[in-house]
């Protein structure tokens, strides 16, 4: 009775574990895909619920700008003022390696917290084959859509 394995049990164990990680690694780079864009989505919701806490909080009007390599939360005295005030930044979703896909956007929020505009936007994450829309009202709220 011998106690080794012989070369062909282990080349069958070798050929076994390859065939499972060839199955395995797909799959993880399209998870990993994924998560970074989500990921992405929820720091752009946490860049607009900041700037409504940073407009709520100091009084005064919140700039809150999205683009590709910076998310940004800028403070105005008041509305006629050309000052800003740097309140929060945050690299962008090009540093994770997510394309913003879509211009970049910009959102006023007013002292009562209301946001100022006309119109809806929507921001779309892509890495790889996953994807995120990130709509925007014209009131500032954020939704997150597959």
Same mark, same amino acid.
């Given at each position: 009775m011998s106690r080794g394995a012989t070369l062909i049990e282990l080349l069958i164990v070798l050929a076994i574990?390859?065939?499972? =990680?060839?199955?395995?690694?797909p799959g993880s780079a399209a998870l990993a895909d994924r998560l970074a864009v989500?990921?992405?989505a929820a720091r752009i919701l946490i860049a607009f619920r900041s700037g409504w806490i940073a407009a709520r909080a100091q009084q005064r009007l =919140?700039?809150?700008?999205?683009?590709a390599d910076t998310l940004a939360i800028?403070? @105005?005295?008041s509305a006629?003022?050309?000052d800003t005030t740097l309140a929060w930044s945050a690299p962008g979703p090009s540093a =994770?390696? @997510?394309t913003l896909a879509s211009p970049p956007h910009t959102s006023v929020f007013a002292p009562d917290g209301l =946001?100022?505009?006309v119109a809806n936007a929507t921001l779309v994450l892509v890495k790889g084959s996953a994807s995120r829309k990130v709509v925007i009202s014209r009131l500032g709220? @954020?939704?997150i859509l597959p």
């Open positions: 574990i390859g065939i499972l =990680a060839g199955m395995i690694v989500e990921h992405q =919140a700039l809150v700008r999205i683009s800028r403070t @105005v005295p006629g003022d050309p =994770a390696g @997510v =946001a100022m505009g709220r @954020v939704r």
